[in-house]
């Protein structure tokens, strides 16, 4: 089935230190990628999305680029802050055809991120 | 504040206990979903409401009941849990079948002792 693969945390990196968070995936179409972040105390929130091969989202300086030659949707960050600090999760989205609400979502197991002053 | 209220932020119980986690949404959403997230591992999807019906069931014991009274609600009915049901319940709501756009409440942190 569809999955998504993301590398082991906890990351930990310096401010204003360059981010990157990979995530690989399967999928048998033609998915949807996400990012969703997770605070500390909170739930999941969208962070950015792309919905075809070579799109690029991009939110908040984090960006991620839709790779479909080598299964893979990397987040990426320039210069991150103490306030980056959370877990993200890498995730896909399909329709899934055996179920009548259409669209199954699946999440990584996330990645913990930690940015020191 | 993401629109998505859960209550209880964190809830304590024996195996022999029942309780209920409750769910509100002030977004108009059509659907409603219950999450469970464990240390070191995916987001499990346990239930789906659409339009106060279930569409989704993803092999969840029987121990865990939810129930969808209307569009804005949302709750899950807890009883003889195990110790390796301890976890963070997540509910989150979406406009309709666009599951993509997940807003998501902050978790009742649940341990069962």
């Known amino acids: 089935g569809d999955s998504v693969t993301q590398m082991e945390g906890p990351v930990t990196l310096s401010e204003e230190a360059f981010l990157t968070i990979n995530c690989t995936y399967t999928a048998t179409g033609y998915p949807s990628l996400f990012w969703y972040v997770q605070y500390p105390g909170e739930g999941l929130q969208l962070l950015l999305k792309a919905t075809k091969a070579d799109d690029k989202g991009s939110n908040k300086g984090f960006e991620a680029t839709y790779r479909k030659e080598t299964t893979s949707f990397h987040l990426e960050k320039g210069s991150v802050q103490v306030s980056d600090s959370a877990v993200y999760f890498c995730a896909l989205s399909e329709v899934d055809s055996n179920s009548n609400s259409g669209y199954a979502l699946n999440f990584g197991k996330g990645t913990s991120l930690l940015v020191t002053p | 504040e993401t629109g998505v209220t859960q209550t209880p932020r964190h809830l304590v119980m024996g195996m022999t206990n029942k309780k209920s986690l409750k769910c509100e949404q002030h977004?108009?959403?059509?659907?409603m979903y219950w999450y469970k997230q464990s240390a070191k591992k995916p987001l499990e999807l346990m239930f789906v409401y659409n339009f106060k019906e279930q569409t989704e069931n993803n092999s969840v014991p029987s121990r865990f009941s939810p129930e969808c009274p209307n569009s804005s609600h949302l709750f899950l009915h807890l009883h003889t849990l195990q110790p390796e049901d301890s976890a963070l319940y997540l509910c989150?709501?979406?406009?309709?079948?666009?599951?993509?756009?997940?807003?998501f409440g902050s978790g009742t942190q649940l341990s069962v002792l």
């Open positions: 989150a709501s979406s406009r309709g079948r666009l599951r993509e756009k997940l807003f």
């Open positions: 977004l108009g959403h059509n659907a």
